[in-house]
């Protein structure tokens, strides 16, 4: 097995990642179409991480920082490719690109359906926060 690359994604990635999305991620939201990952990849370059082993994508995670919070977005990894270490490495470089931008804790949006994923969460070190409830407003635009 080759050896597996971090890097952030360029622009000419969004295709890719969005395609991506629909074999591995779990659901889409309204901000996983061209313009929002596009915006996403302009506004903070180093945001979303992308997976690739043999010059093929098979993982991502979005670490977003808004320069108070650290919030984790689209962890998946490629169906074919779990339970090799690519999560863990992806959520490992996140944690660097907090850590160097100065947060001091993240958090993660998991579907609550989504066993596999709170299995790879609790794993990484997280815990569900059961008092919070997550509120959304969808905006006009």
């Not at 999305?21 to 659901?27: H, I, L, M, P, R």
């Not at 569900?128 to 006009?140: F, G, I, N, T």
Request: charged share 30%; with cysteine.
């Amino acid at each position: 097995m080759t050896e597996l690359r971090i890097r952030p994604a360029a622009p000419e990635d969004v295709d890719a990642a969005l395609a991506f999305w629909k074999t591995a991620a779990e659901g889409t939201s309204i901000s996983d179409d061209r313009d929002g990952v596009e915006r996403l990849v302009t506004r903070d370059p180093e945001a979303l991480l992308l997976a690739e082993r043999d010059g093929r994508l098979v993982g991502t995670v979005i670490a977003g920082f808004d320069g108070w919070r650290c919030h984790l977005y689209r962890l998946a990894v490629h169906p074919d490719h779990r339970r090799q270490g690519i999560g863990s490495a992806l959520l490992a470089a996140a944690d660097e690109r907090f850590v160097r931008l100065g947060g001091r804790r993240g958090d993660a949006m998991v579907l609550v359906r989504n066993e596999r994923a709170q299995h790879a969460w609790r794993a990484a070190g997280y815990e569900p926060q059961e008092q919070w409830r997550r509120w959304v407003k969808h905006l006009a635009g």
